[in-house]
């Protein structure tokens, strides 16, 4: 039976990879940060070699962006230390890493959705250590896969230390006040469930280099918190704002949408909707609250 490794399996998105390659009938390891941290050279030496997989995802990552700025090592150790150790053990045991990355490796100049061949220009310490990462593995790796997303939303964030965007718009809904959301600020919102389906096609099918796999509507934080509080069937008092009133520790690029054509060039089915994404979310996300 063909052998997959999933790191940082009890994230949003490390907990849909680890459903999805399962289902395609590989026999799978799941490593949360309690079993394996990325960032220690042993521990990631030791379990690649003694499982031995053919596939191994990468699901960690340091996501806190804001907080990025005032503990830049941490963020470095995840995401960048963390990305050359699995690429260096998936190099010893002749294994493919899946690893998975961000539209914030973009300043947000583009205009226009970015696609897989434009010039990056981190603009944080997150963003920094997210496209080290992706270096890390060119270095050390001819053909591994980096799939670049957007925004991610997945049933986990329910409970997981980060959450997502969807939970943050719940639960302020549910506590009365009154929410600003930036209208300015534009991305491709990512149903994780989606995108493991899209990222396990596109490894299966062999594909290597980098892909983009966002949500394939590029939207406003506003509009998307609109249509959160829609299909929740919520009607809290929001109002615009913009980034100039919202300060952040981080700066972030403005328009930062992946194109997905890629992705579907290489014969993967386009990205179902967002708001049907949402509406999938808010019932998957029941069963994480039990
Ligand atoms: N979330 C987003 O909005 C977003 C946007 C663009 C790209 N991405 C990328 O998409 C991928 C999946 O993100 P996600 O939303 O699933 O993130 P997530 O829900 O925050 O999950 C990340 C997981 O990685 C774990 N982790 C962090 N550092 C680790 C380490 N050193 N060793 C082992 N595990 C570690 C975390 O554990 P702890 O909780 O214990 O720290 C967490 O369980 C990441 O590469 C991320 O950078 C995400």
Redesign the pocket.
């Known amino acids: 039976m063909k052998k997959a490794m999933v790191?940082?399996?009890?994230?949003?998105?490390?907990?849909e990879i680890g459903k999805v390659i399962e289902a395609r009938g590989y026999e799978t390891m799941r490593?949360?940060?309690?079993q394996?941290?990325?960032?220690?050279t042993r521990q990631v030496e030791e379990a690649v070699s003694a499982f031995d997989p053919s596939l191994v995802f990468?699901?960690?990552?340091?996501?806190q962006v804001d907080l990025a700025e005032s503990e830049p090592q941490a963020a470095l150790?995840?995401?960048a230390l963390?990305v050359r150790n699995l690429a260096l053990a998936c190099r010893q045991n002749d294994a493919t890493l899946v690893?998975?990355?961000?539209?914030?490796v973009f300043d947000g100049t583009a205009g226009r959705p970015y696609v897989e061949t434009d010039a990056t220009h981190p603009l944080g310490a997150?963003a920094v250590s997210?496209r080290t990462?992706e270096l890390f593995v060119k270095a050390y790796l001819d053909r591994a896969l980096i799939?670049?997303?957007?925004?991610?939303?997945?049933p986990?964030?329910v409970r997981?230390?980060?959450?997502?965007?969807v939970e943050l718009m719940l639960r302020l809904a549910n506590s009365g006040q009154p929410i600003r959301v930036v209208e300015d600020h534009v991305?491709s919102?990512?149903y994780?469930p989606f995108?493991a389906e899209k990222s396990v096609e596109l490894a299966l099918a062999g594909a290597s280099g980098i892909f983009h796999v966002g949500g394939g509507s590029a939207v406003s934080w506003f509009d998307f918190a609109r249509m959160i509080f829609d299909a929740a069937g919520l009607t809290p008092v929001l109002t615009p704002t913009n980034e100039r009133e919202y300060r952040t520790p981080a700066r972030r690029p403005k328009f930062s949408a992946l194109e997905n054509a890629r992705m579907q060039a290489f014969g993967i089915a386009p990205m179902p909707p967002l708001r049907e994404a949402l509406d999938l979310y808010m019932s998957a996300r029941l069963q994480f609250l039990m």
């Open positions: 790191f940082g399996a009890s994230g949003q998105l490390g907990v490593f949360d940060r309690k394996v941290d990325i960032a220690d990468n699901c960690a990552a340091y996501n150790a995840s995401n963390g690893h998975f990355s961000t539209d914030y997150y997210k990462g799939v670049r997303t957007s925004g991610v939303f997945g986990a964030g997981s230390n980060r959450g997502n965007f991305a919102p990512t994780a995108l």
